[in-house]
Structures are given as C-alpha cells and as structure tokens.
C-alpha cells in the first residue's frame, strides 16, 4: 500500500524559502503527484501537480513564477521548491498521488495523501 510522507515544513519570514519533500514508500506504480494547501478557515486548494515522467506540470496562479514542482523517481520523492514566500502561503501543505489515467489536479481524484507539514510565514 502506498504511503506519503512530507518534510521539509516551517517558520520563515516573507521573501524567504523552503523546500518540501514527500517520500513515498510501499507498492508503487505511475502516480501523478499533486500538492495541496489548506489554511485555517479556507478550503483546500490546489498548489501543483507533477506526472509521472514529469513532462507535465501546473501550477495554481498565486504561485507561478514563485514556486516549482519536481520529482526524483529513484528515490521515491516529490519535491516542491517554494520561492519568495509570502504571509498568504501560510498553510499546511499535503502531497497526494492519483493513479488516474487521464490527468488532474483535483483534490478529488487524489486517493493517498500524506499527513501534511505546515509552512508559515510571518516576520
């Protein structure tokens, strides 16, 4: 059974950067990774998604430009490279994996997801 674990979360001030991991472990086959977002009070959103070959990648528009979205499939790990961070990324962060054929960056179609790791920004 697949399973997702993320790191890489914390405290940094606006302008500053992180790096999120999410390592996946168990039976794997081709998966679509996509990271979420949810902070206090807002739905859960759609940050990125990455395909299994990572030849096709989206990205929400509040953080195009900003934040970049890569896997390593040797080492089982997604990666999401968050730049010029802002007070309104503050959010946990949750990586999720979709077997789905056809491609999506839904929520909905995501079956695993990990426990998330909370990101802040403030100074």
């Known amino acids: 059974q697949l399973q997702l674990v993320e790191s890489g979360g914390g405290l940094v001030q606006p302008g500053g950067s992180l790096k999120l991991s999410c390592q996946a472990s168990?039976?794997?086959?081709?998966?679509?990774i996509g990271w979420f977002r949810q902070a206090p009070g807002k739905e859960r959103e759609g940050v990125s998604c990455i395909n299994t070959n990572s030849r096709r990648t989206t990205y929400a528009d509040s953080v195009k430009g900003r934040f970049t979205i890569s896997r390593d499939n040797a080492k089982k790990t997604a990666y999401l490279e968050m730049n010029s961070l802002k007070p309104e990324d503050t959010a946990v962060y949750y990586c999720?994996?979709?077997?789905?054929?056809?491609?999506?960056?839904?929520?909905?179609?995501?079956?695993?997801w990990g426990q998330g790791t909370q990101v802040t920004v403030s100074s």
């Open positions: 168990g039976f794997t086959v081709a998966y679509t």
């Open positions: 999720a994996a979709s077997s789905r054929i056809m491609w999506s960056c839904v929520a909905s179609d995501f079956a695993t």
